[in-house]
């Protein structure tokens, strides 16, 4: 039987405490080694989504293997060399549930928890897979195994706009049966990343990894002290970390991701304000930043440092020419973190137009090609949200995500033409975008795509 032909099954949580909660839990099994637990009205939304069922990325040749650890029994192993940004793995995950259904009261008039619920009407070898996982608490919490098992192994993930958003903005948490065989490292080499477009994790690299090095990830924030790090390793999954870096002598490690977080959180300061008053300080901040975050390997603060200077800069409304520098960096440090559907990604190609025409092939060594939009694809579109309008140019326009640089629709009307000439796709606000669109609807059969890239080497 195809994935096609496979019918979701949505059950509700059964029980008179589960009647009574609200929201009231519901199960859907996309496929028997699936399971979301969610509200209803997220679960029928989910049915008839394309992303359960939509093909995985296809990864080349074998990548990893897992194996026992020195000291943290299974692990991922890298099994061949890996280049920079490579994608290692995607899988789906067998259980995933929303996170603030954890304040529903979990247990059922029958004794059985929503998650063992849940479980169990999976296949015999996913539960399997599931119940082979690591549980980390301690032997006096052993008696909720299924509980230990999803909290040692779960990943959080906003559910409709990927990986990368702030903790407290993550929706929903996945279990995955490879994935979750990651170490934590305080200097990891992978990033994980949620794909709403397959509904799957993947692991990517962020440096090169050698054959027979551990693919390791991190399970806290890594500015923090060695002290707080292992701390909060030790409250929440119960052992203590031995990775390199907490092996060294910490005291210059502590100094350098104290001054990070703290230039980060003052990066952040600056986002709002005089342009001139706080564009010198932005830059310096910025390049102390990045310089600790390579000191420390710190390859995700490093592409995170690169975003909120792009942010302040084009906040205080003066961008300069190294804006364009910063852009081009962030760029290609997010796509190879998440690929091309990282979020922030999106957000920085859609920042341009606040560069107001400085992004221009007299400033860069480019070439110019052309692709055609359907009118009335992009007609459609100018009745969605901003998102969906990027969703609909970025299905017509493949090319979106191949090149870094400028995208611009220009008109051969005469539709304000100083305004039309301006790079007003590939980066910016909503309005902005909806503001041309609307202009340009009278003479859509006019529209052309020009995507500006600057030339190798």
Known sequence: MTTSQITPVVV????????????????????????????????????????????????????FEVRETESQGLGMFAARDIDKGELIISERPIFTHRLSLENVVRHTGEGKSFEIQAVDGLSPES????????????????KDKLGGILNTNFFSFHLESGCYTHLLHHTHAGCFPTLSRANHDCCPNTDFFFSARTFTGEFRAMRKISKGEEITITYIPLDDSKQT???????????????????????????RRSELSALMEKMMTFEKGDFDL?????????????QLATEE?????????????????????????????NMDRAQREWRTLEGDESPVLHDLLLSATQLEGKFTTDRLPTHVRRARVKP??????????YWSLLRVLNNTLKIVHTFD????????????GDFARRSILGFGPSAYIEQFIS?????????????????AG
């Open 278 to 290: 706080h564009a010198v300080l932005t830059s310096a901040i910025m390049d102390r930043g990045l």
């Open 12 to 63: 509700p949580a059964q029980g008179p405490f589960a009647a009574r909660s609200k929201p009231h839990p519901h199960f859907l099994y996309p496929n028997p080694d699936m399971v979301i637990v969610d509200e209803l009205s997220s679960i029928t939304s989910l049915v008839g989504k394309k992303s359960l069922f939509n093909p995985l990325p296809r990864v080349s040749s074998p990548m």
């Open 127 to 142: 539960r399997q897979r599931l119940y082979e996982l690591k549980n980390s608490l301690p032997e006096s919490y052993q």
């Open 297 to 325: 390997r710190l390859h995700h603060i490093h592409a995170e440092i690169l975003n909120t200077a792009v942010k302040c800069s084009l906040a205080n409304n003066r961008p300069k020419y190294m804006i364009i520098q």
């Open 439 to 455: 202009r340009m609807v009278p003479a859509l059969e006019n529209v052309s795509v020009h995507i500006v890239r600057r030339r």
């Open 229 to 255: 790090r292992q701390r909060a390793l030790q409250n929440g999954y119960y052992f203590t970390c031995t990775c390199e870096t907490c092996g060294a002598p910490s005291g210059a490690s502590d100094m």
């Open 376 to 385: 009335s694809t992009l007609k459609d579109a100018t009745s969605g949200s």
């Open 405 to 416: 640089g400028a995208l611009s629709l220009t008109s051969k009307a005469p539709v304000d």
